[in-house]
């Protein structure tokens, strides 16, 4: 892929965690402008917490997050909006009493008019055609893959610079693994979003990286090339 990307996004020295309990030690890391950064490591590890903190819905104990020039320490959730970031949790999170169209609404709730909004809704049918028809259905009577598709709509409504993807492969049917990933490198490849995605399935998200972040215990054990990953018998062994 061979991207240099400058910094959108950057960590420094990130502390923080639930109550008394620290999850994140010390956590350092970059996401380049359109560039995919797979975010790997076990159950516990921090991943989910690191994605929530930079999204401003956990405080920071210590260190920063920055994108580009400004510093976003104690900035909440619809300022980081605003600014270009958007976060899609893990669970393909809709509502499912909600239509389909309703949902992209809610997705665009920080947009300012009408017309922002219908603009974003066209780019979500542009970008997952499939969802035309569905329009004026439930959420909740969606497949697997087609609430996937529309918690990422959601998450575009804003038209954000970077993105935060928590295992948009969770709960999915093996088949449709590759297919929600595949989603998410078009966003790249097509808008030159930048993503930052957690992923427990490790062989297929490093074929869509540029680069991974091994989390382990909080801390970050490992940074490099997707390729590296692969290379590297100790973490092959483990991750792989």
């Known amino acids: ?9 950057t ?10 309990k620290q999850v994140l ?20 590890a ?32 619809t300022e980081m909006l605003r600014s270009g970031v958007a976060y899609v949790p893990q669970g393909n999170r809709v ?15 920080t947009l300012r008019g009408k017309e922002q909004v219908k603009h974003g809704i066209e780019r979500a049918i ?21 609430k996937q598709m529309l918690a990422l709509s959601m998450g575009l409504m804003t038209k954000p610079r970077l993105l935060l993807l928590d295992e948009p492969s969770l709960g999915l049917a093996p088949p449709l ?17 930048a993503i930052l995605i957690v992923e427990q399935k490790v062989r297929e998200v490093i074929k869509i990286a540029d680069r991974v972040i091994v989390l382990r215990n909080g801390r970050v054990t490992f ?6 990953l692969r290379n590297d018998y100790r973490l092959r062994e483990v991750y792989l």
Not at 181 to 192: A, K, P, V
């Open 11 to 20: 960590v420094r020295d990130l502390v923080t965690g639930y109550g008394k």
């Open 177 to 193: 693994v590759s297919q929600a990933l595949g989603y998410t490198h078009s966003l790249n490849e097509r808008d030159g979003v």
């Open 95 to 109: 509502f499912t009493e909600m239509t389909v169209r309703e949902n992209l609404e809610m997705g665009g709730v």
């Open 1 to 9: 892929m061979g991207k240099t990307p400058r910094a959108l996004l």
């Open 126 to 146: 542009v970008l997952f055609p499939a969802l035309a028809p569905l329009m004026r259905r439930r959420a909740g009577s969606l497949s697997g893959g087609e």
């Open 46 to 77: 921090g991943k989910s917490t690191l994605l929530k903190v930079i999204f401003g819905m956990l405080p920071i104990w210590t260190g920063e997050v920055g994108l580009e020039e400004r510093n976003f320490r104690g900035v909440g959730p």
């Open 25 to 44: 030690n010390a956590v350092s890391l970059e996401v380049g402008a359109a560039e995919i950064v797979a975010l790997i490591g076990h159950n516990g």
């Open 223 to 228: 940074q490099g090339p997707a390729p590296d």
